[in-house]
């Protein structure tokens, strides 16, 4: 399946089959070095982010949160991250490029309807709404496969928990039950973060079936 708007494509038969050695990946507290994010995602439709965006400002003065709220069109489910870079690998783009155009998966609902503080070191826990890891299955496997054939299987290893981050903050809540909010995956989007500057760049998008 070609990509839309997709800046790099490369066809399956010239994909590199090496290993690619990913980057340690920071929690918040990335190093001066470390300026360029990459990861695959999944985006809700306008309408869906600017629901669980609402959804969040109820939740921050609820909970008593004091940090920012992630903006609604940076609200996203990540499904592989590939790595925090000095300078934007372009070869690595270009392999997950080619990598995202052979995913051939239906589209499909997803549901969120728990929310919770992950826990980690820094002293600072993402807020995030929680899904079902088997609505994601389909998707997440095949462009596991995919990575994996064209030599970023490095990005797949860990576990996959589907989660919306709404913010971080130091006041941790535990899980809870919340509104449920559904939408149906149309697409998955390649994103270039520029850390700190809170912006998001799409290297590509592919539609699913």
């Known amino acids: 399946m070609a990509g839309i708007n997709a800046r790099f494509h490369v066809p399956a038969a010239s994909m ?16 001066p070095s470390q300026k360029h994010r990459i990861f695959l995602a999944a985006l809700p ?3 869906t982010a600017g629901r669980i965006h609402a959804m969040a400002e109820e939740m921050k003065a609820a909970h008593g949160f004091t940090a920012n709220l992630i903006l609604p069109e940076h609200l ?22 080619g990598a995202a155009s052979q995913v051939g998966v239906p589209a499909f609902d997803v549901t969120f309807k728990r929310a919770e ?20 299955t389909g998707l997440h496997e095949a462009l596991r496969r995919a990575l994996t054939d064209a ?4 990005a797949t290893r860990g576990d996959f928990q589907p989660h919306l981050t709404l913010t971080y903050d ?39 079936g």
């Open 151 to 154: 030599g970023l299987g490095g």
């Open 76 to 97: 996203h489910v990540t499904l592989f991250h590939l790595g925090d870079w000095a300078v934007l690998p372009d070869e690595i783009v270009t392999l997950a490029s």
């Open 16 to 31: 590199k089959r090496l290993e690619y050695a990913m980057p340690p990946r920071t929690r918040r507290k990335f190093g």
């Open 170 to 208: 130091k006041m941790r809540v535990k899980p809870h039950v919340v509104a449920p909010i559904t939408w149906l995956v149309r697409d998955f989007v390649l994103i270039h973060s520029e850390l700190g500057k809170t912006t998001h760049n799409h290297l590509g998008r592919w539609p699913l």
């Open 45 to 47: 439709d306008a309408e």
């Open 117 to 136: 503080s992950f826990r980690n070191s820094t002293g600072v826990f993402p807020f995030v709404l929680t899904g079902d890891k088997a609505q994601w």
